[in-house]
Structure formats: C-alpha cells, structure tokens
C-alpha cells in the first residue's frame, strides 16, 4: 500500500494526533515557503517508505492557524513527531529525510 501525506485542518488535528495507533509526523508548511517546497518530496518519500508505521500529515499554517499557535510554530518549514499524542521531536527549517526516519525509527 502506498502512503500518501494527509492534509489537516484545525478542525482535525487534534483527533488525528491523539487517535493515531501509530506515530504522526506533521509538516507545518505554507505555499508560499520556498524551503516547505522542497522538503515535500521528501515527506512523500517517507509516506511511501513507512506507510503501515506512520501517519505522514501537513498543515498549511495559513489555514490552520490555530494549531500553529499551539505549537508555538514561529518559522516554517517545522516538523513535528507525536506519538500517542505527545510531541517527541521537533525540527525547524530544513531537515534530511535520515534524521526524520531515524526518530520515526526510534519509536517503532
């Protein structure tokens, strides 16, 4: 099965991170953040890669700014991962997918 990148709102959010059996990685992102372009590709790869494992999600923080606020999303792109509802790790501005995959790792 292939794993696609499902987009949030603040109107799902919180149910999708406090409901998941799996970790969930979000990308706070905004189209018009040339760096979030360019980490896309990379989100998608993990979707594919580790489908069964993780949820892969974004949300555009000029649509959800609700949950960008509480996370105290300041520069994007961020990176959040939760696990059962918990942040666990934080990555702000660009990052390698091997740094992403190695804390997804962490918590399989």
Known sequence: MAGSVI???????????HNSEVPVLVDFWAPWCAPC?????????IADELADKVKI????????R???IEFGIQAIPTIILFNDGQMQKKWV????????????EELL
């Open 7 to 17: 987009e949030l709102t603040d109107a799902d959010f919180d149910e999708v991170i």
């Open 37 to 45: 372009k360019m980490i896309a590709p990379v989100m998608e790869e």
């Open 57 to 64: 999600c974004r949300l555009n923080t000029d649509e959800g």
């Open 66 to 68: 609700d949950s960008a």
């Open 93 to 104: 501005g660009l990052t390698s997918k091997k740094n992403i995959s190695e804390a997804i």
